[in-house]
């Protein structure tokens, strides 16, 4: 998660508006935090599965919209795809 997290860094803007929608991004610093929730639970344990709509191991939080959707990009894909999930935490594989 360091390059993810320097990547982060290099970013001009911590938050876009997209007119109707605004995303925020985390502080580089606080990545690892940012995947509680999705990639794990406040105590550790791993959420992540192989099954249709469930939380991938490559997924990692670097943001959320202004109705507290996660923003996540697919870390297995070298281009870095950002991606959004309602607030169920099941991805809805929209591409953003």
């Known amino acids: ?3 993810l997290a320097e990547k982060l860094a290099a ?3 911590r938050s876009l508006s997209l007119g109707y929608r605004t995303i925020k991004l985390v502080e580089p610093g606080e990545l690892d935090d940012a995947q509680s929730g999705y990639a ?3 105590d550790g344990e791993s959420l992540d599965g ?3 709509g469930a939380w991938q191991r490559s997924w990692v939080v670097i ?3 202004d109705l ?3 923003i996540f990009v697919d870390t297995a894909d070298a281009d870095l795809p950002v991606y959004t ?3 169920t935490g ?3 594989g929209r591409r953003t």
């Open 1 to 3: 998660m360091t390059n």
């Open 11 to 13: 970013l001009p803007v």
């Open 40 to 42: 794990r639970t406040p």
């Open 50 to 52: 192989d099954g249709p």
């Open 63 to 65: 943001g959320h919209d």
């Open 68 to 70: 507290a959707d996660p």
């Open 85 to 87: 999930a309602p607030p």
């Open 90 to 92: 099941k991805a809805t």
